[in-house]
């Protein structure tokens, strides 16, 4: 038997249209039915109303990107907390290793002529769709 998964979704959690929720709880519980352990932070977030600064909610969440298999993202380019989850999806893959990234409205992201978070999370997932991504990444780029 396959062991389940675990997803960490980053998505907006501030002032988000109902049916854009609506599209993201319709995603987790499609994940949730196949078996897969879900941590969606606008539902699974103890601190989303009490933390008054936002110190607590960024720990939690570090902590279960940590915890999770793979990442996935519903991409809102006004999310500021999604931008902060997408660097630090960066730093943890770049610490402890690969990661499955998937784009869960893949659709709407359209890659741009210039430096762009689109263009970043494009990125991340032709890199991270794969787990060999690491297997000569240091010994191709550095000299020792």
Known sequence: MEKWRRVFIICPVRN?????NEKIA???????????????????????????????????NRSRMLWADETHIWYDKGSAGSRLDLG????????????????INR?????????????????????????DYFDDRFDSEWDW
């Open 26 to 60: 319709a995603y987790v519980a499609k994940l949730e039915s196949d078996g897969c352990k879900v941590y969606w932070p606008y539902r699974d977030n103890p601190h989303q109303n009490t933390d008054k600064v936002g110190t607590a909610i960024i720990d939690y």
């Open 107 to 131: 659709e709407e992201v359209q890659s741009t002529p210039e430096k762009s978070f689109e263009n970043v999370i494009l990125a991340f997932e032709r890199s991270y769709t794969e787990t």
């Open 16 to 20: 988000v249209p109902s049916a854009i």
């Open 88 to 103: 630090m999806f960066w730093v943890l893959v770049e610490i402890y290793g690969p990661k499955k990234f998937i784009i």
